[in-house]
DNA sequence: TTCGGAATGG
DNA sequence: CCATTCCGAA
């Protein structure tokens, strides 16, 4: 796994291996249902699912049909929006997503706890070019520039990392790439929202 | 429609 | 852990 050194550079700089769960490689683990509504939303693919008002709000336009895509992609053909809301419903506790009440079929990312970073930047290519620049414009936090000489403690890059810092304009998502970005969600205990301070757990049955 | 418990599986 | 399946309740 310390092969590419040049490439990625952000990657190497910034984060210890381990905050980089290998997302959806092959063999490795499954892509989880953020991550599909991530990609297709990120290529405003406009007609199950879209972006909404909010900052990380988002409707879904076709309930069924995103049930069907995302059961293709899983491999579950009788996935309905009954079962995949319900793990969207799932999201509401480890706070990755909560509800817009009032507004059907509306949910928002909290990106506060989401934080996306790093993707694939080419160490041959010098950024192809940027095509379009989407409006809706969203959730892409780029990896903050600057790297202390010494530093192995991890928390304090958790935080730097929570510095939220728009990247200008990017051209797009990773998705055409498959299977080579990444995805951090660290828990801080930071930012609390309004009205809800819940930890994660609280529950365990067994 | 939306919510969340419960059982189950990979 | 992360859904999937099923389902009763609000």
């Known amino acids: ?112 706890k989401l934080i996306l970073v790093n993707y694939p930047t080419f160490p041959s290519v010098h950024m192809p070019s940027q095509t379009h620049a989407l409006q809706g414009q969203p959730p892409y936090l780029s990896v903050p520039p600057p790297m202390g000489p010494s530093q192995s403690d991890l928390s304090r890059l958790t935080s730097v990392n929570a510095t939220l810092h728009f990247p200008p304009a990017l051209s797009g998502w990773p998705v055409n790439m498959g299977r080579s970005f990444s995805i951090y969600h660290p828990t801080p205990h930071m930012a609390a929202e309004e009205g809800e301070e819940r930890r994660g757990e609280g529950k365990r049955i067994n």
Not at 3 to 27: C, E, H, I, N, Q
Request: no cysteine; aromatic share 18%.
């Open 1 to 112: 796994m310390g092969s590419v050194s040049s490439s990625y550079w952000t990657r190497a700089v910034l984060f210890p291996d381990w905050a980089y769960k290998p997302a959806w490689s092959p063999g490795s683990r499954q892509v989880q249902l953020w991550h599909f509504l991530l990609e297709l939303l990120g290529r405003g693919e406009g007609g199950a699912i879209g972006w909404a008002g909010e900052w990380g709000e988002f409707v879904i336009r076709d309930p069924e049909r995103l049930a069907r895509m995302w059961g293709e992609r899983k491999g579950k053909p009788h996935m309905n929006y009954d079962k995949l809301s319900r793990a969207l419903r799932y999201y509401y506790n480890k706070r990755i997503l909560h509800k817009t009440k009032g507004k059907r079929f509306t949910y928002k990312f909290n990106f506060n």
